[in-house]
């Protein structure tokens, strides 16, 4: 940017109390015309109602909000949206069974007289999309799209909105390598074109490729602003915990050589998804399995345990040969598969941690009648081994921050004393720190002995847990890569399907 | 973080803000002040077991209705299940009397054809409604008129009638108990003590309530979800079939009216115990009480003559809304 003009919108020293809580202590934050600006922070650093103060979801308990340099009178969000600050959520806020064109003109439907004026809304409707690059025909029913073009549609819809503050909560937490890309371009052209972007992000990478500023917020407060070229990813990470993090994944001992088989996979067939996957696992090791999304690791290893059809040449566990159908089988056998989605699929989120933690191991509380106090004794048990923070144990799990959630989910499947743990995306949208603990747990369990895989969209997790990695290409294993040969490039050119090291490399 | 020791202590269960469980239970008490201040006989021996027998009905299937709502699903056909069964086990021992003449082994014929039935039912209903993957309010919808049907078919549109001299044998069933207490109250008290063990402390109840509350989630963790579905329909069904064996012998017939609006007023009882219609929370005291505020508000309105009874089921209707108005600012508050 060659000329800086005043900030659109900004903050000045404001506070944020609920009840004796006070989470937001003075925070200045800037937002310009035509810059990106990434707010990073761990989660439960403020950034959350930060975002929710600015888009005029919450008021503020002190300090101003200042709009175009003057102290904004603002209240309630309908006036903020008319003043042209957008806040798109992290959990898209659309109607899934109505098309584009009624998302986007939802609550504004534009009319002649006592009936819609379909044509305008269509024609509008297109030209935002238009303005997006984005394909996707306004008359597609919502709940028929990607989430990358759900996220267009929230763009489309601010677009329609006149929005020139546009506030995204973690954009890119659900969408795959390539719609994120897509997203980049598109925040680029609305920036070129004046909008003032906030967006956060857990991942680091992402926030150094699209912010011109970055703004670092640690327990309610911002301890850093600056421009994004300024700071290395190292550089932010170490501002948002507020020490160092080299030391983020825990050393890796090596496997024995003599170590017995814990899990041997042969003609792993998933149909629609994998086919013929076959690989061995060592009790005490971690293999990663990293692939592009749609190269089939999460089904393939569903299928595995017995979580949708597939069907096995053979399948043997700690030198046994076995059959599993069902999540019971693979259960019994102690073959547990920890889910990507901890919301939707992980845990039940109106109730309390304890019968989330033992709902997959009920059978060993009570043979008819459940023992609550083994219940209540092995939560306080899991409490202390996975550090998780909950204010009291019978809140429900929905009000526990994601990090907490992930820890509680961890400590549910190691309820079922799994030989074979498979965990997939274990730090998805967690800070950190958290992320730094969860990879030191699976580190512990491999060393009690217990054979664990890590799917991972996550190169850098990956490769930093790993002993061995299988990389997954069309439902197939494309490579089993060890030692030297796990590096990004290594990963990536097996991933996409280019053996040869020339080709450029994907960001 | 505050720095507070876990004692060893459990402490106690505040999963649910208060009002959702002292409401119920103080409408109750309220009911009862009520009652006893309007006519000196309510709280008579008499009026009481009256009172609670005819409640058993409803009682037994809103237990089992319990598990189904709490499973995530609806069961509409108990009522037309209701006189369907009661006209085929009336039909069953009225041909069964030349050969086996009037005994005890009739009565036990009809109790298996009453039961066996009701499995059936349920488990045809919950067969619909999990492996063919339909709506539980079609399906049940489906049924109930089948049944409804059926009963109508069967009495050729009027009453079937069990024999006479049956009828004489079977009725202590109804009428009679022990110590002063009615057989139908008995049987409701038996099913509500296994129901509420079953139901918060068992595996299966667990289950139930996972299911309903996020069925995904349930998969993931190895919860046969269609199993635990089955089975509340299944057991619902037993009790459709229980509680007709105990109705039979108050009236000795079925007809096309049997059991009208049964389905209803179970759902209603569910619902006002506090059991959330969407599945995932539920609570079998709380639906005795839904079945006990129900009896009660019918029973006074019958003894006292401030209200027409024609009006019961109108001020059931209000009971019903705010028992869910009152459930859902206590859950705000929470």
Redesign the interface.
Known sequence: MMTIPGPVLSLRGVSKSFGPVQVLHGIDIDLHAGQVLALIGENGAGKSTTMKILAGYQPPTGGTILLDGQPATLSGLRAFEDAGIVLIHQEFNLAEQLTVEQNVFLGRELRRGLLLDKTRMRQLTRDYLDRLDCAVDPDTPVSKLSNSDKQMVEIAKALGRRARILIMDEPTAVLTGSEVDTLFAQIRVLRDAGTAVLFTSHKLGEVAAIADRVTVMRDGHVVRTDAARAMTEDDMATAMVGRDVSDLYPAKPGVAADAPMALRVAGLDVPGWASDIAFDLRAGEIVGIAGLIGSGRTEAMEGLCG?RPATTTRLEIAGNPVHVR???D??AHGLC?M?EDRK?????????MR?NLT??A??RFGR???D??AE?RAL?QA?ADFDI?A?N??V?VGNLSGGNQQKLLLA?IMQ?QPRVLIVDEPTRGIDIGTKQQIYAFLRRLAAEGRAIIVVSSELQEVIGLSDRVLVMRQGRIAATLADDDINEATILRHAIGVAAPQTRKAS | MTTQTVTTRTPPPRRLPSMSVLGPILALVILVIVGALMNSSFLSAGNINNVLSRSAFIGIIAVGMTFVITAGGLDLSVGSMAAFIAGLMILVMNAALPSLGVGVPIILLGMAVALVAGILAGLLNGFFITTLGIEAFIVTLGSMGIYRSLVTWLADGGTLSLDFDLRTFYRPVYFDGILGIAWPIIVFAAVVIVGEILMSRTRFGRHCAATGSNAHVAHYSAVNVDRTRLATYAMLGLLVGVATIMYVPRLGSASASTGVLWELEAIAAVIIGGTVLKGGFGRVWGTVIGVLILGLIDNILNLTDLVSPYLNGAIQGVIIVLAVILQREAKAKG
Not at chain 1, 345 to 350: A, E, P, V
Request: no cysteine.
């Open positions: 979580l069902s999540t019971q693979a259960l598969y889910t939707l699929r992980g845990l039940l989120l109106t109730k309390g019968d709902l997959q009920l059978h008819v009648v459940i609550r106090g209540d306080t409490i923070r204010g144990r019978d429900a549910k079922s």
